[in-house]
């Protein structure tokens, strides 16, 4: 089983439009970051976890042909807004793509693509089959769980993923009791770290580092980063041993 995270970057992406600060600016191709997005596959299965405006070019650079399903961490744009880019794999298969995520998620996808669910739908129009999930919930596909968990986006309850012992904690700046016991004995955590400065919705790079701290996973990959972090070969050298900068196209083996 692989895990592939296809983007690493937070909203804007980086380098961000018009910007020339040093990561925007720099050569070094981890700070060359899509929006966050992650894939699973085994030899008969392919999920993706989250869609967002990068992930044309993420599908085509990850060269993936064939997609069972996606999984929606949260309804804001930069996970969600390129779901229409599935359209590919809906008419390679001949059937409506199934889009897993919390009721409240599911009801802005079909409020912002409406034309989707039409009754006498453009033909060219994509298909997707809503199902509704929520914490604790366990998805089987052929040769993996994806369980769901609980986590915030400041005020706003979003999900996270685990995968044997694998999670991936995206836009997070606060982890319930509960879901943080789940995360004990991880071989793998990719966790939300912005900044440097804190952030009423996401972890900064001093909270996530003490997030890691208490939950001890064997080795911790930071995402979501933002161009204010600073270019990785210098922020980089601020992190403990077992943590790591990650970068688009780091692939696992679970």
Not at 18 to 42: E, F, I, V, Y
Not at 44 to 68: A, C, E, W
Not at 102 to 109: I, K
Request: proline letters at 5%.
């Amino acid at each position: 089983m692989k895990f592939t995270l296809l983007g690493t970057a937070t909203s804007q992406g980086i380098p961000v439009i018009a910007c020339d600060c040093p990561t925007c600016t720099s050569d070094d191709p981890r700070d060359k970051r899509r929006r966050c997005s992650a894939l699973l596959q085994t030899e008969r299965s392919t999920v993706v976890i989250d869609v967002g405006p990068d992930f044309r070019q993420q599908m085509l650079s990850s060269q993936v042909k064939n997609l069972d399903a996606v999984f929606l961490t949260h309804e804001h744009n930069d996970h969600v807004i390129g779901l229409d880019d599935l359209r590919p794999f809906i008419f390679r298969r001949n059937s409506a793509m199934r889009i897993y995520a919390e009721q409240r998620v599911l009801d802005e996808v079909l409020a912002r693509f409406k034309y989707a669910f039409e009754f006498q739908a453009y033909p060219g129009a994509p298909r997707f089959e809503l199902i509704a999930i929520k914490p604790g919930d366990k998805i089987t596909f052929d040769g993996f769980i994806v369980e769901a968990l609980r986590v915030f986006h400041g005020n706003l309850p979003i999900l996270g993923f685990k995968v044997g012992r694998l999670a991936y904690l995206t836009d997070t700046n606060r982890v319930p009791n509960d879901t943080a016991e789940i995360l004990l004995d991880l071989d793998i955590l990719i966790l939300d770290a912005l900044r440097k400065q804190e952030h009423h919705s996401h972890f900064n790079l001093s909270q996530a580092l003490e997030f890691i701290r208490e939950v001890q996973p064997d080795k911790a990959y930071l995402i979501h980063m933002s161009h204010l972090l600073g270019p990785t070969k210098e922020w980089s050298k601020l992190l403990p041993s077992g943590v790591y900068a990650s970068y688009d196209g780091l692939q696992f083996d679970i």
